[in-house]
């Protein structure tokens, strides 16, 4: 079975500090991992995604996503932090070797940055 | 740019009644999914559709069915409304495979629909 944790139900940030929004996995085979983000009253704008290569994944408004296989990690990254990140961000996993095609989603991390 | 529409960004319903909720994409994807979502859970998927015709169950099916007859549009349908699935639903769409593309394995959201049931 695949599964995601967000440990974090919130994380607060003051503007232009650096962000890290944690997302830790669990997986039999190969992970395809995501970010998504959702802000209010809105559907989910995908972020950025690891399926191989690189472990440190770029995706969009600034945000990076390194990839830990010893630490079945994707923690979300930014190094300066604006007021519109705010926003709830959600990791997903899915399982390469299972076939799913379906993804695993956490409960969501609240970011509040505060200006 | 990949959209997928929902029918209804609000609704009420009443306990009992049968309740339609639409999605369409327009990419030509293989992929469909209906997910509900609600405070401190996250996102769980209800159903998906891999095909025309094509269903599986997700991991919370209970009071749910979905048709696919057109390939662009997935339809929730909840039998008997209850108070217990007034939550937020989200429809998303995905390519099965395409090797070397960006667009392998990400999904695409609708705007999602808020359901009331009293």
């Known amino acids: 079975a695949q599964s995601v944790a967000q440990p974090e139900d919130q994380v607060n940030v003051a503007e232009g500090n650096p962000l890290t929004v944690k997302c830790t996995y669990s997986?039999?085979?190969?992970?395809?991992l995501f970010w998504y983000v959702q802000y209010p009253n809105r559907g989910l704008q995908f972020l950025l995604k690891y399926i191989t290569g690189d472990n440190l994944v770029k995706g969009s408004y600034g945000f990076e996503a390194e990839f830990n296989k010893s630490q079945t990690s994707f923690h979300l990254k930014k190094p300066s932090a604006l007021v519109s990140d705010s926003a709830l961000y959600f990791c997903a996993v899915r399982d390469e070797d299972t076939g799913r095609r379906a993804l695993t989603f956490g409960s969501g991390t609240r970011l509040q940055v505060q200006p | 740019d990949v959209k997928v529409t929902q029918s209804s960004r609000y609704l009420v319903k009443r306990t009992g009644e049968k309740v339609f909720l639409e999605c369409v994409q327009d990419?030509?994807?293989?992929?469909m999914f209906w997910y509900r979502q609600d405070p401190g859970l996250g996102l769980r998927l209800i159903y998906f559709?891999?095909?025309?015709?094509?269903?599986e169950k997700g991991d919370i099916p209970e009071g749910y069915s979905v048709s696919r007859e057109k390939k662009e549009r997935f339809s929730l349908i909840l039998e008997s409304a209850s108070t217990n699935q007034t939550s937020m639903y989200l429809c998303?769409?995905?390519?099965?495979?395409?090797?070397?593309?960006?667009?392998?394995?990400?999904?695409?959201f609708g705007p999602g629909t808020r359901l009331t049931v009293l």
């Open positions: 990419m030509d994807h293989e992929n």
């Open positions: 997986v039999s085979g190969n992970p395809y």
């Open positions: 559709s891999y095909d025309v015709k094509m269903k």
């Open positions: 998303a769409s995905s390519f099965y495979r395409l090797w070397g593309a960006q667009g392998t394995d990400t999904q695409y």
